[in-house]
Nanobody, 124 residues
Framework: QVQLVESGGALVQAGDSLTLSCAASGRAAFYMGWFRQAPGKEREFVAAISWSGGMPLYGDSVKGRFTIVVDNAQMTVYLQMNILKPEDTAVYYC???????????????????WGQGTQVTVSS
């Protein structure tokens, strides 16, 4: 079992920055990912990384603006979000992939455990 608890969601203005946190406990995972889901839309890949901090992968819509970071000592994964846009508004989910794949996956099916989500709202 893996427990994931996200935090840090907020209402911000366009252009602002925000950092989300995902505290992990329980069984060790190989990759950690962030996804988001806006109302009426499918869950979208945001970023993923190995617990060693290597092989970061980003979705096209966030490349150059978001950064995924791991803190092994704190068992926490962060999503640093800069230059936020209204289209970034969504519930953001943290996810854990237990398999030792060659690279992190951007697909939801690759992740075995999910957090409850944290709301990010970006006003224009």
């Amino acid at each position: 079992q893996v427990q994931l608890v996200e935090s840090g969601g907020a209402l911000v203005q366009a252009g602002d920055s925000l950092t989300l946190s995902c505290a992990a406990s329980g069984r060790a995972a190989f990759y950690m990912g962030w996804f988001r889901q806006a109302p009426g839309k499918e869950r979208e890949f945001v970023a993923a990384i190995s617990w060693s901090g290597g092989m970061p992968l980003y979705g096209d819509s966030v490349k150059g603006r978001f950064t995924i970071v791991v803190d092994n000592a704190q068992m926490t994964v962060y999503l640093q979000m800069n230059i936020l846009k209204p289209e970034d508004t969504a519930v953001y989910y943290c996810a854990a992939d237990l398999l030792q794949r060659r690279t992190p996956k951007p697909e939801t099916w690759a992740y075995h455990y999910w957090g409850q989500g944290t709301q990010v709202t970006v006003s224009s």
